[in-house]
């Protein structure tokens, strides 16, 4: 399937879904007007690759500086997206990178990974 | 008398420990804006990077919830939807710690809703609040809501006290409502 890239603008992330390496990227800052027009295309583009992602290799590297409550809920949702696969039979590994320094993206990294039960996931501390 | 006015009401400002305060039509683009000069400020001051991660994150919760919910609102049509939400930010510093105050108007019908939900936040000590935020997070948005169930939990999530809030009646149907944050 066609790869999903979208540069990052002052208030979302850069997506950078390259499907065929089964890597996906997600970075930057996320507090737009509407989360939901921001996560709409990259819960689609997911859903459907992962729907045909059988017992493939991918991984998902989150690189996130913010983000509000409602993108909060959003990644919240993909991360379920993700574990549900998983637990499918997708390899997946996610790794959650924060600055060495950011307690709350650290915490977030953690309470996330609490509710997964079949991804591989990494919280990668970068100095 | 001009400067002499705008002095006193500056000075009165700077007392209070207030960095920035905006009054008006609040967009996203404001947001954007103060928010940098917010951050940047900070880190000019060299505020460590947890606290600068929680003022801002108290700030767009705090402006994002004037923006879809202030009850004083502009909007029209001029060749595309224009939608401006009048309300309050102010951000400063007092006994060592940084306060985030804001304030809009709410209809009365609404009034109750919001009291219930800050009267529990501010019953939760910090686990049951980050519980109850995990809790949330994986429910399925509110009806109506755009997400300002998360948003106050976000916001006292944040905060080193209890939320601070009051309701000032205008008249049978709207309130000015008002929030203090202390992080």
């Avoid at chain 1, 890597?23 to 295309?41: I, N, Q």
């Avoid at chain 1, 017992?55 to 500086?65: K, N, P, Q, S």
């Avoid at chain 1, 790794?95 to 977030?108: G, I, V």
């Avoid at chain 2, 940047?40 to 402006?63: H, I, R």
Wanted: aromatic share 12%; proline share 2%.
């Amino acid at each position: 399937m066609e790869n999903l890239t979208i540069a990052a603008t002052e208030r979302s992330p850069a997506v950078d879904f390259d499907f065929a390496a089964g890597r996906l990227s997600l970075k930057g800052e996320s507090y737009p007007e509407d989360a939901s027009a921001v996560f709409g295309p990259i819960f689609a583009a997911l859903e459907t690759f992962l729907g045909a992602a059988g017992d493939r290799e991918v991984t998902f590297d989150f690189e996130l500086i913010y983000f509000n409550s409602s993108s909060a809920k959003a990644l919240m949702n993909m991360f379920q997206m993700l574990d549900q696969a998983a637990g499918a039979g997708c390899r997946l590994q996610v790794n959650w990178f924060y600055a060495a320094d950011d307690d709350t993206m650290k915490e977030f990294g953690e309470d996330f990974s609490e509710d997964l039960d079949h991804v591989g996931f990494h919280l990668v501390a970068v100095e | 008398m001009l400067a002499k006015h705008y002095r006193s009401f500056k000075h009165d400002l700077d007392q209070r420990g207030i960095i920035f305060s905006f009054s008006g039509y609040l967009s996203e683009e404001i947001l954007y804006s103060l928010g940098n000069a917010l951050r940047q400020k900070m880190t000019l001051e060299d505020a460590n990077v947890t606290t600068v991660k929680k003022v801002f994150s108290v700030f767009v919760e705090q402006a994002q919830n004037i923006i879809r919910y202030s009850a004083d609102k502009l909007s029209g049509d001029k060749g595309k939807a224009i939608e401006l939400s009048s309300g309050m930010v102010t951000i400063g510093t007092e006994n060592d710690r940084f306060f985030i105050v804001c304030a809009n108007v709410v209809l009365a019908a609404d009034e109750p809703r919001l009291r219930e939900r800050l009267e529990l936040l501010r019953s939760m000590d910090r686990d049951a609040i980050k519980a109850y935020y995990k809790e949330q997070l994986r429910e399925a948005p509110e009806e109506q809501s755009k997400g300002a169930t998360i948003g106050l939990i976000e916001i006292a999530r944040r905060a080193s006290e209890p939320i601070e809030f009051d309701f000032d009646p205008i008249d049978d149907q709207k309130f000015f409502f008002c929030m203090k944050v202390s992080i």
